[in-house]
């Protein structure tokens, strides 16, 4: 059986990539065989795409560039680890997708819907997630949290956009969770982590039913 394909989304410091990894620890613990892994990057071909996009060093080209590059990524990314892990019946869990590129290059870089539509198209195909977790968080909050995690590193290309941008982000997410209730469930970051992973965890439970998913040998063996 085909594997679910989860995905996190939401603005810097909003907690995606430590609540990826705890959904995944724990949907191991009932044997499912899953794979973590984020984007940009996320295969050896896209981790050097995402290099060259963080380092800021395309963002001279402008907006339709960079969209262009976060496709090249996804597109390797996904035909080489994702589509594979699926087939396979292992669950995906990546942190960020599709709706990044929508949000900060579509919503916030202004890129033409027609492109990131036609790149979606050429990157994803169908292959859209079965849920993704909107993490929303003020911007405050996401920014102070970024820092810490940073120390004395410099900012990212997109860490170090204004706190206006950062909020127009925040604004972005949350209409695009509105836009697909079918797909995306809104999640309120600003609690404990007990207590977001737990809401993570009933949501993921009463949608895809992992408790009750056959279990994958090569991982009840490991
Ligand atoms: P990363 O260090 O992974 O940050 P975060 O922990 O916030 O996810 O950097 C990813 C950055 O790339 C983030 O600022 C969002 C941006 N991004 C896009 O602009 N478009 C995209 O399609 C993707 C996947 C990410």
């Given at each position: 059986m085909r594997g679910k394909f989860i995905t996190f989304e939401g603005g810097e410091g909003s907690g995606k990539s430590t609540h990826a990894a705890t959904l995944a620890h724990r949907l191991k613990s009932y044997g499912i065989g899953v794979e973590l892994t984020r984007e940009p990057g996320g295969s050896p071909g896209a981790e050097i795409i995402r290099h060259v996009l963080l380092s800021g060093?395309?963002?001279?080209?402008g907006p339709d560039a960079e969209a262009i590059l976060f496709a090249a990524a996804r597109a390797d990314h996904v035909d080489t680890r994702i589509e594979p892990a699926l087939a396979a019946g292992r669950w995906v869990i990546c942190d960020r997708f599709t709706d990044s590129t929508r949000v900060y290059q579509g919503a916030l870089g202004r890129v033409d819907g027609r492109l990131i539509n036609g790149l979606q198209r050429l990157t994803i195909g169908n292959l859209m997630p079965d849920l993704t977790f909107v993490l929303d968080v003020p911007a405050e909050t996401g920014l102070a949290r970024a820092a810490e995690r940073r120390g004395k590193a410099v900012a990212d290309r997109f860490e170090s956009e204004t706190g206006e941008f950062h909020e127009s982000l925040r604004a972005a997410f949350r209409a695009l969770a509105a836009s697909d209730p079918a797909r995306c469930v809104l999640i309120d970051g600003s609690g404990t982590r007990e207590e977001v992973s737990a809401r993570i965890w009933s949501i993921v439970n009463s949608r895809l039913h992992p408790v009750t998913a056959p279990i994958s040998l090569e991982d009840a063996a490991s």
């Amino acid at each position: 059986m085909r594997g679910k394909f989860i995905t996190f989304e939401g603005g810097e410091g909003s907690g995606k990539s430590t609540h990826a990894a705890t959904l995944a620890h724990r949907l191991k613990s009932y044997g499912i065989g899953v794979e973590l892994t984020r984007e940009p990057g996320g295969s050896p071909g896209a981790e050097i795409i995402r290099h060259v996009l963080l380092s800021g060093a395309a963002q001279a080209f402008g907006p339709d560039a960079e969209a262009i590059l976060f496709a090249a990524a996804r597109a390797d990314h996904v035909d080489t680890r994702i589509e594979p892990a699926l087939a396979a019946g292992r669950w995906v869990i990546c942190d960020r997708f599709t709706d990044s590129t929508r949000v900060y290059q579509g919503a916030l870089g202004r890129v033409d819907g027609r492109l990131i539509n036609g790149l979606q198209r050429l990157t994803i195909g169908n292959l859209m997630p079965d849920l993704t977790f909107v993490l929303d968080v003020p911007a405050e909050t996401g920014l102070a949290r970024a820092a810490e995690r940073r120390g004395k590193a410099v900012a990212d290309r997109f860490e170090s956009e204004t706190g206006e941008f950062h909020e127009s982000l925040r604004a972005a997410f949350r209409a695009l969770a509105a836009s697909d209730p079918a797909r995306c469930v809104l999640i309120d970051g600003s609690g404990t982590r007990e207590e977001v992973s737990a809401r993570i965890w009933s949501i993921v439970n009463s949608r895809l039913h992992p408790v009750t998913a056959p279990i994958s040998l090569e991982d009840a063996a490991s």
